[in-house]
């Protein structure tokens, strides 16, 4: 199709496309419309569909038919008209129709906001903080603490009072304005004190009970709680406390390494934990650099974001969640905005903030992969395939004809090309020195008076 295109700003990020048609390329679907048209109205003298054009201008009206005809030709003219342009939406257009008439050009309108120019921030001033992370001794402690728990064991106690941390094992059953509710009984259920694994005060209240005691165990459930017909409830659960054990940990020694690692010692088994621990911290340091250095250049970035690109991805964000509460919960969006009192407006406001950072964020990994050389070539996207093909185990010309079945070169194209440009920023940003800490006053008065 050849079609004429003019493009002029209007408003800041704001363009007006203004497309013309030739006349014979708008003849046949007209024609088209005449014919849709005269299947569906049933003109008294003529079987249906083979009413004559002049019969339906008279009884429907032309305009009804050229309408008609615009409606179906401009969604593929428009697509077309931005391809040609070279214009990057970020709306949904305004379409205004100057013309249509039969044996004239097609003229419309299209008003859109496009991608806003973005000035990037020097790479001089790439500078971020430097991670906190623990160290390497106690890392390894840490892991050996969890090892010691996971093969902790439970003594039962008999002289003493239970105390936080201790396991009871209880019966109990709940009770609101003196009916038991349902899912509110358990038997013979192990809880640790001061886990957090029941409503808020239940555990509390168990602190200090011997074995073989009852206790009635008063408290309220959070307003927001899972099970609706119980939340801000009042309730009372009768309890009987029917064991107390407490956790003993193993002895850190070489036959606590045989038993839970496939080393003879304990050194060989911390020396195994260091080596983890060194190369997780690392993988760690270079996800906050990249993280680091992708905010910082975001924030440096001069950026003014049309309202209707927000807006649109704030729309797809909410469409996505709604998506999620209809897979999870079963109901629909809006029985879930019911449920929690929510309006409409306020869950999208909630968004608003995420949709601009996310926006910004990826406006300026397009604009350093642009400005700086890194976007993806066909020779990455081929290593790329062939990465994919292998971690699948899979023919690389299959998957090749797959993606390109699916349009998804685009897609893979720009995601390599933002990983490029992360690792590009990564490797330019310096981290700041680590401030030194300063002497307290005891010691720099020692220091003084020698």
């Not at 009852?214 to 309220?220: A, F, R």
């Amino acid at each position: 199709m050849t079609i004429k295109t003019d493009v002029k700003k209007v408003e800041k990020d704001t363009v007006v496309i203004t497309i013309e048609v030739p006349a014979e390329q708008i003849a046949g679907p007209i024609n088209k419309s005449y014919r849709e048209i005269a299947k569906k109205v049933r003109i008294p003298g003529f079987r249906r569909g083979k009413a004559p054009k002049p019969i339906i201008d008279q009884m429907v009206g032309k305009e009804v038919v050229l309408d008609e005809a615009a409606n179906d030709m401009i969604p593929d003219i428009y697509s077309e008209a931005v391809k040609d342009s070279g214009v990057i939406p970020v709306t949904m257009p305004e379409i205004e129709v100057v013309q249509i008439k039969e044996n004239e050009p097609l003229i419309f309108t299209a008003k859109v906001q496009v991608k806003p120019e973005i000035k990037l921030g020097s790479l001089d001033d790439l500078e971020i903080e430097p991670m906190e992370q623990a160290s390497l001794a106690d890392e390894v402690d840490s892991e050996l603490e969890k090892l010691r728990n996971k093969f902790a064991t439970l003594d039962v106690v008999k002289s003493r009072e239970s105390r936080k941390g201790d396991f009871v094992l209880i019966d109990y059953e709940g009770f609101i304005d003196n009916r038991p509710f349902e899912g509110g009984r358990g038997s013979d259920y192990m809880l640790e004190l001061g886990a957090g694994t029941f409503i808020p005060g239940f555990e509390d209240q168990l602190i200090g009970a011997k074995p073989g005691a009852s206790k009635d165990v008063e408290l309220t459930f959070p307003e927001k709680y899972e099970s609706e017909h119980l939340a801000g409830a009042d309730a009372v659960f009768k309890v009987k406390i029917k064991e107390i054990k407490t956790k003993k940990l193993p002895k850190l020694d070489d036959e606590f390494a045989v038993g839970v690692s496939k080393f003879d010692t304990l050194k060989e088994l911390k020396g195994d934990l260091k080596a983890k621990a060194k190369e997780q911290q690392e993988k760690q340091k270079k996800a906050a650099v990249r993280e680091g250095a992708l905010t910082k250049m975001a924030e440096l970035a001069e950026l003014d974001l049309p309202d209707g690109m927000v807006e649109r991805r704030i729309d797809q964000m909410v469409e996505a969640f709604a998506n999620q509460v209809k897979q999870i919960k079963g109901g629909s969006f809006e029985d879930w905005l019911s449920q929690t009192g929510m309006e409409p407006k306020e869950f999208r406001n909630n968004y608003k903030q995420e949709a601009i950072k996310n926006l910004k964020t990826e406006m300026t990994l397009e604009a350093v992969a642009k400005e700086h050389g890194q976007e993806a070539t066909d020779e990455d996207i081929d290593e790329e395939i062939k990465r994919l093909a292998e971690g699948a185990d899979r023919d690389v010309d299959e998957l090749k004809a797959e993606i390109e079945e699916r349009d998804g070169y685009d897609f893979l194209r720009e995601r390599l090309s933002m990983d490029k440009a992360i690792d590009f920023l990564a490797d330019k940003a310096k981290i700041k020195a680590k401030k030194k800490e300063k002497k307290d006053d005891a010691d720099e008065s020692s220091t003084d008076s020698n």
